[in-house]
């Protein structure tokens, strides 16, 4: 309906979309928001292209967009992103990790990682590039990477009245509390940042 | 208190408030969490997962007729090999309420077809209903239990991926204890001689009108009235997207109980409307019924019955709406096709079969199909659970006779075997096939998420339990040539290859190594041991050979500019397989 927002996080199977987009549903859930969340199990998972959608408003029906739809792609993976950006409306935003992981096809020396990815997207729509690999390694865990841009997608849609800490604390293992909300504080500076 | 459910965690918490005693599935993608879930309530429900569905099915049936409430879930082709007890539960009925979920996979996220379920409620003549949200699938079991109970009728509850897979708000409620209902004896019910059957048809039929009248006053199946210009019959995830695309503009019939289907409702409904749509994933089911009654409507001639249906698909194919959409070069995108994990011990084992010459690879349904794809290519077949091994012994009878040049290998993952691959075994011996079985015993099953089996030694509620010995079971069937092996350490594979092609009977090799994700529980730490550091690779030494990348290993890249390969050590588990096909030795283990 058109109250409705609809959040895109795609990425690579291992890369913890789930957990981001179990994370951001409980915000958006705690907040009073009705919410629908839909996301793939099973074969997809392993090392493929995996998408998790999320779509909150005063009422959501389906839990799952077609093109040209959403508000804001989160992308964890560059090359995802421009997979992808068919489903985001011509005026939404773009969220993109500056990180690449190459498919098998790549691996295999049977096709080349495409150049200019992040330019492309830049042309096409209102992107924020985030090196989340670069601020979760700094934070001394590289898998904090998701949260980093939960942090950013957070500020990017303009959410920052969340109790966000909450829904981490609820959803993370307790010794991985602490480096998840500075992985999101991160995040959101991230875009902070990018508006300078 | 309102939750965030997907669909699999609603039918099991509805199943759980429902007084549900027993449980029973087999995993399969998208219905494994149910049972997964309803494992958590151990004081109040016994939750097992089964070798098959079939076994799932009739034991569940067992324990609604021992007077207890009970439910069995699967994907939808698991109510393929369930089908036999199906029909006859048609006939039967039950004691205590009895529900079967079926979780149908349109999309084909992780199956081998697109079947709709549907059909099977109409054809085993049971009741069906079709919940389209998490609220509804949890409102749906406790409905369907009361059904099942007043009418003695089995209940199919049909869902599908996104209904399984989407989480939505969901109010919880407690449970409501419901007393085991006597047993008793009952010939006329349950001991279906065709004597009995026979007899047992008539009750059905009989039965049948009466659910076709409950079904034209359930407020399952409601009208959301706004307008007399569109009129939308919809039911499961297709009611959703139409809502999505409609909003207020139709009016609709939601049907949530879909078999017998409120003719009568329906006909009203249509009377009513100026256009009627029918909006439906996958098959016209509904739209089918509906045009034997000689009512008009828009369905599948204009909405696709191959893959899943989303909003816009539905807006395109009815209102003609297209979406804006930004448009770019997509060609320079490369695939990302799923693949096998760093550290699989499926990859050693592929990797050595692949190198064989003149082989018919029959493979079966896990993550092992993964080896049927580039750069392993080691798989001719991959059809339903456990053909691998039947289907190569037919095959393996015409290449002895016609063929004598090409070799039958099939390949089949420890829970598979256990689900229907030792029939076929049996079969193999039986008829003297002289071909080769591998299990691929990697101690879980892997690719709905690591669930305990009859080998791993644990039951689904985390009880000890017998692990069934592979080796034990097959040399018990019959077959003399058991070998087992380290699937990650290729001279030992390479060894067992040889003795088994070498061989004129059958044989079977088993290939033991536990998945490079599963986390070892106290009966695999006495067996296996983790390597310890990451393979890393010495760039002088490099020839650019690409045999390491050739293993297909997602921690493995080979830059084609400088002809050389590397491995990103965060991906690494060390498990030395590419170390072991370099011809350089250019692979070297560092942090050991």
């Not at chain 1, 609809?6 to 549903?25: C, D, P, R």
């Not at chain 1, 602490?178 to 500076?189: L, S």
């Not at chain 2, 109970?149 to 209904?163: A, G, I, N, S, Y």
């Amino acid at each position: 309906m058109a109250d409705t927002r609809s959040i895109l996080l795609v990425g690579v199977g291992g890369q913890g979309t789930i957990l981001a987009s179990k994370i951001l549903s409980a915000g958006l859930v705690e907040a009073g928001y009705d919410v629908k969340m839909s996301e793939i199990h099973g074969m997809a998972q392993r090392g493929g292209s995996v998408s998790t959608q999320v779509r909150f408003g005063d009422k959501v029906y389906s839990p799952i967009i077609g093109r040209g739809s959403a508000d804001i792609l989160v992308s964890f993976e560059a090359m995802e992103a421009l997979r992808w950006l068919d489903h985001l409306k011509p005026d939404g935003k773009v969220v993109v990790n500056d990180y690449k992981i190459p498919s098998a096809p790549i691996l295999l020396g049977k096709a080349d990682y495409p150049e200019g990815v992040i330019e492309t997207i830049k042309e096409k729509a209102d992107t924020w590039v985030v090196d989340a690999a670069k601020i979760a390694r700094d934070l001394g865990n590289a898998k904090v990477m998701n949260i980093v841009l939960l942090g950013a997608l957070a500020k990017a849609m303009d959410l920052t009245d969340i109790d966000w800490e909450k829904a981490i604390r609820d959803n993370v293992k307790a010794n991985f509390i602490d480096i998840n909300i500075e992985a999101f504080h991160k995040g959101m500076e991230a875009i902070q940042l990018a508006y300078v | 208190m309102k939750k965030l459910l997907t669909g699999n965690e609603a039918v099991a918490l509805g199943a759980y408030e429902a007084g549900v005693h027993f449980a029973a599935a087999y995993p399969g993608t998208p219905s494994t969490e149910i049972l997964e879930n309803l494992a958590n309530y151990k004081d109040e429900v016994i939750a097992e997962w089964a070798p098959n569905e079939k076994v799932a099915l009739e034991s569940a049936l067992g324990a609604s007729i021992a007077g207890a409430r009970s439910l069995a879930a699967m994907k939808h082709v698991g109510l393929n090999v369930a089908a036999d007890p199906l029909f006859t539960i048609g006939y039967t009925g039950i004691n205590g309420g009895m529900v079967v979920v079926t979780a149908d996979d349109p999309g084909l996220h992780s199956s081998q077809n697109e079947q709709d379920n549907r059909y099977y409620a109409k054809h085993a003549k049971v009741a069906m209903v079709e919940p389209s949200n998490s609220q509804e699938a949890k409102d749906m079991v406790i409905k369907a239990m009361e059904i099942s109970e007043k009418f003695d009728t089995l209940v199919l509850m049909r869902m599908t991926t996104r209904v399984c897979h989407s989480k939505s708000l969901v109010e919880v409620g407690e449970r409501k204890e419901v007393p085991i209902k006597p047993y008793k004896k009952d010939l006329s019910k349950y001991y279906v001689a065709p004597a009995v059957a026979k007899q047992l048809h008539v009750v059905v039929e009989e039965r049948l009108k009466r659910l076709e009248e409950f079904s034209n006053e359930t407020d399952l199946n409601y009208v959301i009235w706004n307008t007399d210009k569109i009129g939308v019959i919809s039911s499961g995830i297709a009611f959703e997207y139409a809502r999505e695309v409609f909003g207020d503009n139709a009016s609709y019939l939601k049907l949530g109980f879909t078999y017998p289907l409120p003719m009568k409702k329906i006909k009203e409904f249509a009377e009513k409307v100026e256009t009627l749509y029918v909006v439906e994933e996958l098959e016209p089911y509904i739209e089918e019924h509906i045009r034997a009654q000689g009512i008009e409507c828009i369905g599948k001639d204009k909405i696709p019955n191959i893959w899943e249906l989303n909003p816009e698909i539905v807006a395109v194919s009815l209102l003609e709406e297209k979406p804006e959409i930004i448009e770019y070069d997509k060609s320079k995108i490369a695939n990302r096709p799923p693949t096998l994990c760093a550290g699989c011990p499926h990859r050693g084992f592929f990797y050595g079969l692949s190198k064989r010459k003149n082989v018919m690879i029959t493979g079966d349904i896990g993550c092992y199909t993964l080896g049927g794809a580039a750069p392993l290519n080691a798989m001719d077949t991959t059809i339903c659970m456990g053909a691998s091994i039947s289907l190569g012994h037919g095959a393996n009878k015409i290449f002895e006779k016609y063929n004598k040049g090409m070799k039958v290998v099939s390949v089949i993952g420890d829970s598979t075997f256990f689900h229907t691959g030792i029939n076929s075994l049996i079969d193999v011996v039986y008829n003297k096939s002289n071909m080769i079985t591998c299990i691929l015993d990697n101690r879980v099953t892997s690719m709905t998420g690591q669930q305990d089996n009859p080998g791993t030694g644990y039951t689904l509620q985390g009880e000890v339990t017998e692990a069934i010995d592979i080796e034990d079971l097959v040399k018990a069937i019959g077959v003399k040539h058991v070998r087992t092996v380290n699937p990650l350490k290729l001279d030992e594979l390479n060894e067992a290859f040889d003795w088994a092609f070498s061989l004129d009977e059958p044989s079977v090799i088993i290939s033991r190594w536990p998945c490079a994700l599963k986390k070892l529980t106290e009966i695999d730490k006495e067996e296996f041991k983790r390597p310890k550091g990451k393979c890393t690779v010495d760039v002088e030494k490099c020839i650019g050979c690409r045999r390491c990348v050739n293993t297909g290993c997602p921690a493995i890249y080979f830059d084609r500019e400088n002809k050389k390969s590397s491995i990103d050590d965060v991906q690494c588990v060390g498990c030395e397989l590419c170390m072991q096909v370099c011809p350089t030795k250019a692979i070297f283990k560092v942090g050991e």
